[in-house]
């Protein structure tokens, strides 16, 4: 039975306000356990929940649980003013908030003002990014959305209201060392540019809780297809159909691991704008060279970006579904449309997936404001430009993935945009900025957001760089070298050669353990990547607490109070803190618990500081006590569909445990026919204190690629 929280006598009483008033009664309904929605004024049609399409996991949500209202109602207000929608969300004193999209280089986002507009990301977290999610979670354990598609307003906990009952006193600057310039401010306070908008509430109680329910509403995360999360390279602008066969030739010679290469925009007879058809000069007969490569064990990856060459074959019938303003002189389709986006996908579906290509590149979908069409430009549909800005990429993700469902092959592609509401889509976005520790920052708050990032490889200065960049790709949702610029390959720096081979071959080992993490995504909603800070035993209240055991110069306190930002957890287990190119030590937070080294499965702290050197050949990874890591022995490809694949258990520390490991064919949307099956892994102690490991059979008439399966007990020395 749905909840209703009427908030209108409330409203009333609290502000004693008329029929015609601007504060709007809130009537807060929960749609789904944990889960509360209410309609502040009237909101536009077009939002980023219904441009993506999204179809909440409510199976998903139920095996959660329900959980009660997180925020004072009493607390939260409304206001239409002027055509623009107030609101205003509580914030305790020391309250510490995430989100607000992809940021690159901060983790806190109390203290901010953000406008949240779809943009390539410029350089600083203002709230111009590839996808400004306007999703934001506390520490205290829920999140809020608010589901427009316009650019917000976002100031999170920088504005004092003087009826405020904390509002600060005045103090004088000129004796009083307390004096703040940012005194205590009690709301996060938002403003949407229409008269109207949907808000969500997600209930915690943990503010990973809070997220899990964000994306499963979202229609749970995305999962990839096995070959997704191989390796992958791209390769330069104007490479022809012989060079591509050629450089996945020399992948296999030369031992490293490859299942699909992206074409960048030389694949098409005209770019920038597009033609959307294939060059007939580099690459003469499309079909038989998709079928090679395939043949080959590789699939394919395209580069386009979403506006039309007049030599389009599509351009007569798309042009009067286009806005009023081209970019380089292409056609803007009005993605909001029906009608444009079949045509747009019929052209896709003719020329490229049906002949077996298996991904896009949805490029140039985000910014830069000189580039794109301006918000004076009108679109057929009527929803204004910058409603279209906000959804371009979630309609392009949307669009494309209904395309491979209708074919019943997966996909897993790049967008340079996407939103709120996008977790289910197989994209990962990436970008043109190329700061390494900032390209953490931005992995770490993916997961806060329900998107996911891939920190790229395209070139490097030295082969220093070359490997540390190389490492943390392989610790990340997309393994890939973007090398359209430069033609670099995994062994352009011999010296680091062995190395670029060896955590390109880890990532395809590892293949098992993320393939289940990602269905935990799908399943689950838990991000397969994310920060410590929403790691369980890892925020400020453990803080307090600890601070409280062992006062004054408690270094682990001090560390937890401060932005985590280049540490993070893959998957359930693995924590990684990667080097950065000139750096040859780094400490690292452990959270309470012990630690193993992922290396050598010795203990490598609990609770605690570390200061690590581990040489340029290592990134350091650490696993959780009790970690259960499903690997499968080295392959240059991932396991096909009904490939049966051995398996090595590897299990680190003393803690009894259990593990849940997830199987399919790793090709179809079939899993979202129930078509899937779980092995249950534990590890327990005999009574002689030896640790025995178990896995449970395949269920009958289920997938089954479990060949052998072999134990590692990583610490059993300790
Ligand atoms: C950029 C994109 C690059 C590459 C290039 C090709 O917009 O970010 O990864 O695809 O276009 O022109």
Same mark, same amino acid.
């Given at each position: 039975?749905?909840?209703?929280?009427?908030?209108?006598?409330?409203?009333?009483?609290?502000?004693?306000?008329?029929?015609?008033?601007?504060?709007?009664?809130?009537?807060?309904?929960?749609?789904?356990?944990?889960?509360?929605?209410?309609?502040?004024?009237?909101?536009?049609?077009?939002?980023?929940?219904?441009?993506?399409?999204?179809?909440?996991?409510?199976?998903?949500?139920?095996?959660?649980?329900?959980?009660?209202?997180?925020?004072?109602?009493?607390?939260?207000?409304?206001?239409?003013?002027?055509?623009?929608?107030?609101?205003?969300?509580?914030?305790?004193?020391?309250?510490?908030?995430?989100?607000?999209?992809?940021?690159?280089?901060?983790?806190?986002?109390?203290?901010?003002?953000?406008?949240?507009?779809?943009?390539?990301?410029?350089?600083?977290?203002?709230?111009?990014?590839?996808?400004?999610?306007?999703?934001?979670?506390?520490?205290?354990?829920?999140?809020?959305?608010?589901?427009?598609?316009?650019?917000?307003?976002?100031?999170?906990?920088?504005?004092?209201?003087?009826?405020?009952?904390?509002?600060?006193?005045?103090?004088?600057?000129?004796?009083?060392?307390?004096?703040?310039?940012?005194?205590?401010?009690?709301?996060?306070?938002?403003?949407?540019?229409?008269?109207?908008?949907?808000?969500?509430?997600?209930?915690?109680?943990?503010?990973?809780?809070?997220?899990?329910?964000?994306?499963?509403?979202?229609?749970?995360?995305?999962?990839?297809?096995?070959?997704?999360?191989?390796?992958?390279?791209?390769?330069?602008?104007?490479?022809?159909?012989?060079?591509?066969?050629?450089?996945?030739?020399?992948?296999?010679?030369?031992?490293?691991?490859?299942?699909?290469?992206?074409?960048?925009?030389?694949?098409?007879?005209?770019?920038?704008?597009?033609?959307?058809?294939?060059?007939?000069?580099?690459?003469?007969?499309?079909?038989?060279?998709?079928?090679?490569?395939?043949?080959?064990?590789?699939?394919?990856?395209?580069?386009?970006?979403?506006?039309?060459?007049?030599?389009?074959?599509?351009?007569?019938?798309?042009?009067?579904?286009?806005?009023?303003?081209? +970019?380089?002189?292409?056609?803007?389709?009005?993605? &909001?449309?029906?009608?444009?986006?079949?045509?747009?996908?019929?052209?896709?579906?003719?020329?490229?997936?049906?002949?077996?290509?298996?991904?896009?590149?949805?490029?140039?979908?985000?910014?830069?404001?000189?580039?794109?069409?301006?918000?004076?430009?009108?679109?057929?549909?009527?929803? &204004?430009?910058?409603?279209?800005?906000?959804?371009?990429?979630?309609?392009?993700?949307?669009?494309?993935?209904?395309?491979?469902?209708?074919?019943?092959?997966?996909?897993?592609?790049?967008?340079?945009?996407?939103?709120?509401?996008?977790?289910?889509?197989?994209?990962?976005?990436?970008?043109?900025?190329?700061?390494?520790?900032?390209?953490?920052?931005?992995?770490?708050?993916?997961?806060?957001?329900?998107?996911?990032?891939?920190?790229?490889?395209?070139?490097?200065?030295?082969?220093?760089?070359?490997?540390?960049?190389?490492?943390?790709?392989?610790?990340?949702?997309?393994?890939?070298?973007?090398?359209?610029?430069?033609?670099?390959?995994?062994?352009?720096?011999?010296? +680091?050669?062995?190395? +670029?081979?060896?955590?390109?071959?880890?990532?395809?080992?590892?293949?098992?353990?993320?393939?289940?993490?990602?269905?935990?995504?799908?399943?689950?909603?838990?991000?397969?990547?994310?920060?410590?800070?929403?790691?369980?035993?890892?925020?400020?209240?453990?803080?307090?607490?600890?601070?409280?055991?062992?006062?004054?110069?408690?270094?682990?306190?001090?560390?937890?109070?401060?932005?985590?930002?280049?540490?993070?957890?893959?998957?359930?287990?693995?924590?990684?803190?990667?080097?950065?190119?000139?750096?040859? &030590?780094?400490?690292?937070?452990?959270?309470?618990?012990?630690?193993?080294?992922?290396?050598?499965?010795?203990?490598?702290?609990?609770?605690?500081?570390?200061?690590?050197?581990?040489?340029?050949?290592?990134?350091?990874?650490?696993?959780?006590?009790?970690?259960?890591?499903?690997?499968?022995?080295?392959?240059?490809?991932?396991?096909?569909?009904?490939?049966?694949?051995?398996?090595?258990?590897?299990?680190?520390?003393?803690?009894?445990?259990?593990?849940?490991?997830?199987?399919?064919?790793?090709?179809?949307?079939?899993?979202?026919?129930?078509?899937?099956?779980?092995?249950?892994?534990?590890?327990?102690?005999?009574?002689?204190?030896?640790?025995?490991?178990?896995?449970?059979?395949?269920?009958?008439?289920?997938?089954?690629?479990?060949?052998?399966?072999?134990?590692?007990?990583?610490?059993?020395?300790?």
């Amino acid at each position: 039975m749905k909840k209703i929280i009427g908030l209108f006598m409330w409203a009333l009483l609290l502000t004693g306000c008329k029929p015609n008033s601007p504060t709007q009664s809130m009537t807060w309904t929960e749609i789904a356990p944990g889960v509360w929605k209410t309609i502040a004024g009237i909101p536009d049609e077009l939002d980023l929940f219904n441009a993506a399409g999204v179809k909440p996991y409510i199976k998903g949500l139920e095996k959660l649980g329900p959980a009660g209202f997180p925020l004072s109602l009493e607390k939260i207000s409304a206001e239409i003013i002027d055509g623009e929608t107030y609101l205003r969300f509580p914030l305790e004193k020391e309250e510490q908030i995430f989100g607000f999209g992809l940021n690159f280089k901060t983790i806190f986002q109390r203290g901010k003002i953000l406008q949240l507009h779809v943009d390539h990301y410029g350089g600083s977290d203002n709230g111009r990014t590839h996808a400004p999610v306007p999703f934001y979670v506390s520490e205290k354990g829920y999140g809020v959305f608010i589901n427009s598609s316009r650019y917000i307003k976002v100031f999170a906990g920088t504005a004092v209201r003087k009826d405020s009952p904390e509002a600060s006193v005045p103090l004088d600057r000129n004796t009083d060392k307390e004096w703040s310039a940012q005194p205590y401010s009690d709301a996060v306070e938002i403003l949407v540019p229409a008269p109207g908008a949907e808000i969500f509430v997600f209930a915690g109680p943990t503010p990973m809780d809070a997220v899990r329910r964000y994306v499963l509403y979202s229609g749970g995360g995305c999962l990839p297809p096995r070959w997704g999360l191989g390796f992958t390279q791209r390769v330069p602008l104007l490479y022809t159909s012989e060079q591509v066969e050629e450089e996945a030739k020399m992948f296999k010679e030369r031992g490293f691991p490859l299942d699909f290469i992206g074409l960048e925009p030389g694949w098409q007879s005209k770019s920038y704008p597009c033609t959307f058809e294939w060059d007939k000069t580099r690459f003469p007969d499309p079909a038989s060279f998709v079928k090679r490569m395939k043949e080959m064990g590789i699939r394919l990856n395209l580069w386009t970006n979403p506006y039309v060459s007049p030599e389009s074959p599509i351009y007569t019938d798309i042009l009067p579904l286009t806005a009023t303003h081209t +970019v380089w002189g292409g056609v803007v389709p009005d993605h &909001s449309l029906p009608q444009a986006r079949d045509i747009f996908i019929n052209q896709l579906f003719k020329s490229q997936v049906s002949i077996g290509v298996s991904g896009y590149k949805l490029d140039e979908n985000d910014g830069f404001d000189n580039w794109l069409w301006p918000d004076v430009a009108k679109f057929p549909s009527g929803n &204004s430009a910058e409603q279209l800005r906000q959804t371009y990429g979630l309609f392009l993700q949307n669009s494309t993935t209904e395309m491979f469902r209708k074919n019943n092959t997966r996909t897993y592609g790049l967008t340079r945009a996407s939103n709120g509401g996008g977790s289910s889509f197989p994209y990962v976005i990436y970008n043109d900025y190329y700061s390494h520790p900032d390209f953490i920052t931005a992995l770490i708050n993916s997961g806060f957001c329900g998107v996911l990032w891939t920190p790229e490889v395209r070139s490097s200065e030295s082969s220093e760089e070359w490997l540390r960049r190389i490492q943390t790709v392989c610790f990340s949702p997309m393994a890939m070298i973007n090398a359209w610029a430069d033609g670099t390959k995994p062994w352009s720096f011999p010296d +680091v050669e062995k190395d +670029v081979r060896y955590y390109s071959l880890l990532r395809m080992e590892l293949i098992p353990y993320l393939y289940s993490e990602f269905a935990k995504y799908h399943f689950e909603g838990i991000p397969p990547f994310h920060g410590m800070n929403l790691e369980p035993g890892f925020n400020t209240k453990t803080a307090k607490e600890l601070l409280s055991k062992s006062p004054g110069g408690n270094q682990y306190y001090e560390a937890l109070t401060k932005e985590i930002k280049t540490q993070y957890m893959t998957g359930e287990y693995l924590l990684v803190a990667p080097l950065f190119n000139g750096q040859t &030590s780094r400490n690292v937070i452990l959270p309470e618990g012990n630690w193993y080294d992922f290396y050598t499965g010795k203990f490598a702290g609990n609770g605690e500081i570390i200061t690590i050197s581990p040489g340029l050949s290592r990134i350091p990874v650490f696993v959780k006590d009790g970690g259960i890591i499903p690997t499968m022995q080295q392959a240059l490809h991932a396991p096909s569909a009904g490939q049966k694949c051995n398996i090595e258990i590897r299990y680190y520390g003393s803690r009894p445990a259990s593990y849940k490991l997830y199987d399919d064919d790793g090709e179809t949307f079939d899993y979202e026919k129930g078509i899937y099956s779980w092995r249950e892994i534990n590890v327990m102690k005999d009574n002689n204190g030896k640790l025995t490991g178990t896995i449970s059979k395949a269920e009958e008439n289920r997938p089954d690629n479990i060949g052998t399966v072999s134990w590692k007990f990583m610490s059993e020395s300790r």
